[in-house]
């Protein structure tokens, strides 16, 4: 979603805010912003489009100062354009804001009738004009915007500025993510640690409700009841990953080939030849997960279809009850929950505001835990327990190896519960002998990029498609069919591969290519006659199988072959040729595939 960056230092900080700009951009990008104080007022620079449009823009026009806050912006209230792109200012504030003021048409009037004129339709504007008048009775920054965020409902990460007091960026959240960066003799803020790599590794998470005042020679960290608090300096020690595309055209198809590597980091240390090693999961988790009788996951997009796949693996192999439900429902209903039952959320970035309101509004449960792959994000630090996924930085917006390593961390977790119900330990060994195989017989699959390609252009001059799958391959499925219409725009809907004659039936024709995902499992002979009915009806398969599935190419089927895979782990192998496919479709179609339209990265609004 939106991204947020600021500085106060004792150099010109317009470059290190619009480096920020860049390594955010992923989040959100249909417009940017930065305003720095310069000569004692607000200098704003706007640009709709990508941030290189506003980098052009500067370098024509460059402002010079060393405090200042820029954004990208992903369209909320009011469609994008250079009046609605962030910093929003009121004469010498200006403010950039994550998140949603819900109430912001009652403040708007409030402010019009005080005199105040709008020239946006952002809720953002309303929050400028209320910091300006709390500033002229207090005369103090920090004191305002405390004054301002009493006034807000909704989710919001702040950053302000004044040329009346130039030396100083407050900020404050509260239901979307903010860092402070320690620098030496500067100081930063921003809404995701990785837009400030390049001039720290030492981060402060402000946590819910916190404001902060920073300037080059402190940080002041102040809570909800405006206490002074101390927050805990992390020192990030993981090695940066670097956020370019190396050899590759795109993020996505890079982050598709880092698989192999990665879903070795999520095993790394964390299972011995046979059996999953308790400790990954931390200190306090045998006294929990000794007392789990039921599981239930919360998750959204891609997440949720990890937590679909983990829902097959704990009722068959674990023996353990689970449902599995997207966040954005599960937080608005009435839940009844069983006795001993552990709330697990699914999350890539930790910061999805539906995710993160289910755990907060999550009671009766023995305890939570994420599978995440943010460090210190909200997910992570509200949880009692974590399992991070170690995938490195996700860019592309359709996730790809942030799924792949959730099934893999979802999988030790129902090992480790497992084993202390129905798992023997001959299935437990068996489950890790096939991890160990994974990322070698990942890498095998990725060979198969040609032969992918070639079956992609059957693809895309279509309108829909149709993905098909059954037991645990209607996940992937379901996950195949979001990949294509993310990146490609086609119309994909995924089914268990019997309903079809339930209505979807109606839909196959000559025109419409039916994808199924059909590894030799126990369901295989069953999903053979849904495809049959297909067939019938002139419908053109594509069949991602193995040897041993017995498929054959013909005139209306084609055939892609998978090497042979434990069962265990085919969801995980037979995903990676779906992510190959929609990559393929959407070149073809020369859509963005990193940055497709309407969508971001983190949504950390509702
Ligand atoms: C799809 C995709 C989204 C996310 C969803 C949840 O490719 O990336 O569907 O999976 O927005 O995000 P996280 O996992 O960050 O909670």
Avoid at 31 to 53: C, M
Avoid at 159 to 172: E, F, L, N
Avoid at 384 to 403: R, W
Wanted: glycine share 8%; hydrophobic share 40%.
């Amino acid at each position: 979603m939106c991204g947020i960056v600021g500085a106060a230092a004792q150099r010109n900080v317009s470059k290190i805010l619009l480096e920020g700009l860049k390594r955010l951009e992923y989040r959100g990008y249909d417009s940017a912003g930065l305003a720095v104080i310069e000569e004692q007022a607000i200098g704003l620079r706007k640009a709709v489009g990508k941030v290189s449009e506003l980098v052009n823009k500067f370098d024509q026009d460059p402002i010079k100062g060393i405090v200042g806050i820029a954004h990208t912006r992903w369209a909320t209230h009011g469609a994008p354009s250079e009046i609605n792109a962030h910093p929003h200012s009121s004469d010498h504030i200006a403010v950039v804001h994550n998140g949603i003021i819900e109430n912001h048409e009652e403040l708007r009037q409030q402010l019009k009738d005080k005199g105040y004129d709008f020239v946006s339709e952002t809720d953002t504007e309303v929050v400028a004009h209320l910091i300006h008048s709390f500033f002229i009775e207090s005369g103090c920054l920090k004191t305002a915007l405390r004054q301002a965020v009493g006034s807000f409902d909704g989710a919001y990460a702040l950053g302000v500025i004044s040329a009346q007091q130039p030396d100083t960026v407050v900020c404050a959240r509260s239901g979307s993510p903010l860092v402070v960066g320690v620098g030496i003799d500067e100081n930063f803020i921003a809404s995701d640690q990785l837009a400030l790599r390049q001039v720290t590794d030492r981060f402060i998470f402000l946590e819910e409700g916190d404001l902060a005042e920073v300037t080059t020679e402190a940080i002041r960290i102040f809570d909800q009841q405006g206490e002074s608090v101390e927050r805990p300096v992390v020192q990030l020690t993981d090695v940066e990953e670097s956020a370019d595309k190396g050899e590759y055209r795109h993020y996505m198809l890079k982050e598709i080939h880092e698989q192999p590597r990665v879903l070795g980091n999520t095993l790394q240390g964390r299972v011995s030849k046979h059996s999953v090693l308790e400790e990954a999961f931390g200190a306090e988790a045998k006294a929990i997960f000794d007392q789990v009788e039921a599981i239930q996951i919360l998750a959204c997009g891609t997440s949720y279809h990890a937590g679909m796949i983990a829902k097959y693996w704990f009722e068959d192999w674990a023996g353990i009850p689970c449902a599995v439900e997207v966040a954005s429902e599960y937080r608005y209903r009435k839940t009844v929950v069983r006795p001993n039952t552990l709330f697990v959320s699914v999350s890539q970035s930790g910061e999805t505001a539906d995710t993160l309101a289910a755990l907060r509004g999550s009671e009766g449960y023995l305890a939570s835990l994420t599978v995440c792959n943010v460090a210190n994000s909200s997910l992570v630090r509200e949880s009692d327990l974590c399992l991070m996924t170690l995938a490195g930085p996700e860019i592309g917006v359709a996730s790809t190896k942030a799924f792949t390593t959730q099934l893999v961390a979802l999988q030790l977790l129902v090992i480790a519960l497992g084993r202390r119900a129905k798992m023997t330990p001959e299935k437990e060994t068996e489950l890790v002998q096939a991890l160990h195989a994974l990322p070698e017989l990942c890498e095998k699959v990725l060979k198969l990029d040609a032969e992918i390609q070639q079956l992609s252009e059957a693809f895309s001059e279509k309108h829909h498609a149709l993905f098909l799958g059954r037991g645990v391959e209607y996940p992937v499925a379901k996950e195949g069919a979001l990949k294509l219409k993310e990146i490609s725009y086609i119309h994909a809907e995924a089914y268990p591969a019997g309903e079809l004659k339930h209505g979807p039936l109606a839909l196959v024709d000559s025109d419409m290519p039916v994808v199924a995902v059909a590894p030799n499992d126990q369901l295989l002979e069953k999903l053979k006659s849904n495809l049959e009915e297909v067939q019938a009806r002139g419908g053109k398969l594509f069949v991602f199988a193995d040897e041993q599935s017995g498929f054959a190419n013909d005139d209306n089927t084609t055939v892609l072959l998978l090497p042979d895979v434990p069962g265990s782990i085919a969801p995980i192998i037979y995903t990676l040729p779906l992510q190959l496919l929609s990559y393929h479709v959407a070149i073809l179609k020369g859509t963005d595939v990193d940055q497709p339209r309407n969508l971001a990265k983190s949504v950390t609004v509702e």
